[in-house]
C-alpha cells in the first residue's frame, strides 16, 4: 500500500515536481538561473521569444485604446459634453480601484478643459456596493448632464435607466461582468473588456486599467501626452495590483512595471507623497508587495470604516500641512481596520473551531467589533485558517444580511451562491470571492444551501490544499543571485505569485515574537530573516526543532545593502514527509 504523505502544520502537502526538460531548455535558450527557470516552467512558459517578453515589459504592450468597444463613442459624448460645458460627474467604487479610477478620470477631463466635473463615491452602508438609485436621483436634482461610473455600473440597470429616463447619459467602465451576463441596456456605452463583441486583447484590465485607457484615448493629441499618462499610471499601478487583478498579463505588467518607475523615480504632489509617507514606502524600494500590503490597505481603510472621499481629498490636497493632517487620519484609520480585524477573526475562529460543515458560514448583528467592511478580510483569514470555504455576514437593525465569501479552488463561490439565488437580494463576484446579501429570516436555508452546493462541488470529499514549490533549497545551497534574478518575474501578484520556496532542514537563529503573535528568526548560517505572521504552531516548536519552510522571499534594499526576508506561509518537521 502507498504511504500517504502527512499534512503541514497549516493542514497542506507540497508538490515539487519539476519539469527538468523544460528547465534546461529555458536555461540555454534564455540563459537564466535554474532557480528562475524552475519558476517559470512552473507558470508553463516555454523557452524562447514568450519568455522574454514577459520578463521585460514595454510600453509597447499598451494597447491601442480605441481596440476597446465603445471607446470611440464614450470619447465622442465626452469631447460633447465639455464643449457644451454640460455638468459631468464621476461615480466610483470605493476601494483603490475604484478611488484610483474617480482620480485618474477627474484628472483626464479637468486636463480636457472642463471645470464642470464633480464625484461621488458611494456610502459603503447607506448605499452599499454599486452605482445606486440614490445616486441617480441625486444626479438628476443637481442637473447632471452625463455621468461616467468606473469599477461599478455593469449590473446596476435601474440605477441607470432611471438616469436615462431623465436625460442623463452614463457610460458605464467597469470590468465585473460574470461569464455569459449582459451589459445595462440603458447605458450610452460601456467599456468593459469581458463584453460579448469587444476585441481588445486584455480581458482582465482593473477598472483602473480601463480608466487609463480612457485617458490615453482622451488625451491622445494632448501637450505633454506621455507625461500625463506616466503619472496616471502610478494611481493605475496601485489600482492594479490592490484590486488582485491578473499580472500575468502583459498590458498589466506593464502598467505596474511603469507605474512603479514613476511611484520610485517621479516628483509627487503633496498628498501622493503624505501616503507613501505614512505607507512605509519610501522612493526607491517600493514594489507590487508594498502597494499590496502597505498602500493598499490603507488607501481600502477608508472606504472600509468612513468614507472614500478621504482619498481623493488627500490624493488633491493642496499643501503638506492639509496632505499631512489628512494622510496621518488615514493611517489612524488604517490601524482601527487591523484592531477590529483582529477581534473579529479571534471571535469568529472561537465559534467555528467546531464546525465541521464543508461552507463555514458566521453571520452577527452589526456593532463596532462586528463590522461589514471588513467582512471580506475576516472571510481570508478565516478560510486560511480551515482551509474551507467562509462566509462572514453582518445583520443590520432592518434585518438584512450583509456578506462576503473567500472560497477554495475547490468551491467556485459564484457558483455557490447562485445555488441559492432564491433567498438572495443581491450577489456577484468571481470563483475566489464574492459578496451578498438577504433577509435574516432566509440565513438558515442560505447556509444549507451553501453547504449542500460545496458538497456536490467537493463531491462529498474534504478539500486539502496543495502547496506548489518553485524552488527547493538547504540552508548551505541559498545563492543570493538565483535570489537577486527571481525578482525578473516582477511585477508580481494574482496569476504571477511569488515564487513558493522551500528551505529544507532550517534551524532558527535569534528567534523572537513580537506584536505578541509574529514569529521572527534568522536561518541558521545565513543572512535571510524569516517572519511568520500567522503562525500554525507554538512558539517552542519554531524554536526546538530544524524545520522545512515554505514562504516568499523579498529583498529589500537599505542604503547598499540588500536584506533577504523569507515571509513564511507553511513549515513541517524537517523529519515529515508532507509531498505529493
Known amino acids: 500500500m502507498e504511504k500517504q504523505p502527512s499534512l503541514s502544520f497549516c493542514g497542506a502537502k507540497w508538490r515539487y515536481q519539476p519539469d527538468e526538460n523544460r528547465i534546461n531548455e529555458i536555461m540555454a535558450q534564455n540563459h537564466v538561473s535554474r532557480a528562475l527557470a524552475s519558476c517559470l516552467a512552473l507558470r508553463g512558459f516555454t523557452a524562447g521569444a514568450e519568455i522574454e517578453h514577459f520578463l521585460t515589459p514595454s510600453l509597447s504592450d ?12 464614450a470619447v465622442e459624448r465626452f469631447q460633447q459634453a465639455i464643449d457644451r460645458k454640460e455638468k459631468i460627474r464621476v461615480v466610483t467604487d470605493y476601494d483603490a480601484d475604484g478611488t484610483m479610477s474617480s482620480l485618474i478620470l477627474q484628472s483626464t477631463l479637468k486636463i480636457c478643459g472642463t471645470s464642470e466635473v464633480s464625484y461621488h463615491i458611494p456610502d459603503r452602508k447607506v448605499e452599499g456596493y454599486g452605482f445606486s438609485m440614490a445616486a441617480a436621483q441625486k444626479a438628476v436634482s443637481d442637473r447632471i448632464g452625463l455621468i461616467v461610473t468606473a469599477d461599478i455600473g455593469v449590473r446596476d440597470e435601474a440605477s441607470i435607466a432611471y438616469a436615462a429616463q431623465h436625460g442623463i447619459d452614463v457610460i458605464v467602465l467597469d470590468h465585473h461582468l460574470p461569464p455569459g451576463a449582459g451589459i445595462p441596456d440603458s447605458a450610452y456605452a460601456v467599456l468593459c473588456p469581458p463584453q460579448n463583441g469587444c476585441n481588445y486583447p486584455n480581458k482582465s484590465l482593473a477598472a483602473c486599467g480601463i480608466s487609463l485607457k480612457f485617458a490615453q484615448a482622451m488625451l491622445k493629441n494632448a501637450p505633454r501626452a506621455s507625461v500625463l499618462i506616466r503619472s496616471m499610471m502610478k494611481l493605475a499601478a496601485m ?6 487583478v491578473s499580472l500575468r498579463d502583459p498590458e498589466n505588467r506593464a502598467i505596474v512595471t511603469f507605474g512603479l518607475q514613476a511611484l520610485n523615480s517621479d516628483p509627487h504632489r503633496q498628498g501622493l507623497k503624505a501616503l507613501l509617507d505614512v505607507s512605509r514606502a ?57 484592531a477590529i480585524q483582529e477581534l473579529m477573526v479571534q471571535h469568529a475562529t ?65 457558483k ?37 452546493n460545496a458538497q456536490e462541488q467537493l463531491h462529498g470529499e474534504p478539500e486539502i490544499p496543495v502547496t506548489e514549490i518553485a524552488v527547493m533549497c538547504t540552508p548551505a545551497k541559498i545563492s543570493t543571485h538565483d535570489l537577486d534574478e527571481l525578482e525578473r518575474l516582477e511585477p508580481c501578484g494574482a496569476q504571477n505569485a511569488k515564487p513558493m520556496i522551500c528551505i529544507r532542514n532550517a534551524r532558527m537563529s535569534n528567534p523572537r515574537i513580537f506584536k505578541e503573535k509574529v514569529f521572527s528568526a534568522t536561518i541558521a548560517d545565513t543572512n535571510i530573516k524569516c ?50
Open 62 to 73: 499598451l494597447h491601442d485604446p480605441f481596440l476597446m468597444l465603445g471607446m470611440s463613442k
Open 239 to 244: 489600482g492594479t495590483v490592490a484590486d488582485v
Open 282 to 338: 519610501l522612493p526607491g524600494a517600493i514594489t507590487s508587495a508594498t502597494i499590496g500590503y502597505n498602500i493598499g490597505p490603507r488607501i481600502n481603510a477608508a472606504g472600509r470604516l468612513a468614507s472614500a472621499n478621504l482619498i481623493i481629498e488627500l490624493l488633491n490636497a493642496p499643501n503638506s500641512i492639509i496632505a499631512a493632517g489628512l494622510a496621518s487620519q488615514l493611517n489612524m484609520m488604517n490601524d482601527d481596520r487591523q
Open 350 to 414: 472561537e465559534m467555528l473551531k467546531a464546525d465541521d460543515s464543508p461552507f463555514l458560514v458566521i453571520a452577527l448583528p452589526e456593532d463596532p467589533c462586528w463590522h461589514s467592511g471588513i467582512a471580506g478580510i475576516v472571510a481570508g483569514r478565516l478560510r486560511e485558517r480551515f482551509n474551507r470555504p467562509v462566509a462572514v455576514a453582518t445583520i443590520s437593525a432592518e434585518g438584512m444580511v450583509t456578506g462576503s465569501i473567500r472560497s477554495t479552488p475547490g468551491v467556485h463561490a459564484v
Open 416 to 452: 455557490a451562491l447562485t445555488s441559492v439565488s432564491h433567498l438572495l437580494t443581491k450577489f456577484g463576484g468571481h470563483a475566489a470571492a464574492a459578496g451578498f446579501s438577504c433577509e435574516s429570516k432566509n440565513l438558515k436555508s442560505f447556509c444549507a444551501g451553501l453547504n449542500a
Open 531 to 580: 517572519l511568520w505572521f500567522t503562525p500554525a504552531i507554538p512558539y517552542s516548536e519554531f524554536t526546538s526543532q530544524p524545520l522545512n519552510l515554505v514562504g516568499e522571499m523579498l529583498r529589500e534594499k537599505t542604503g547598499t545593502s540588500t536584506v533577504y526576508k523569507l515571509i513564511i506561509r507553511d513549515a513541517c518537521p524537517a523529519s515529515a514527509d508532507v509531498f505529493i
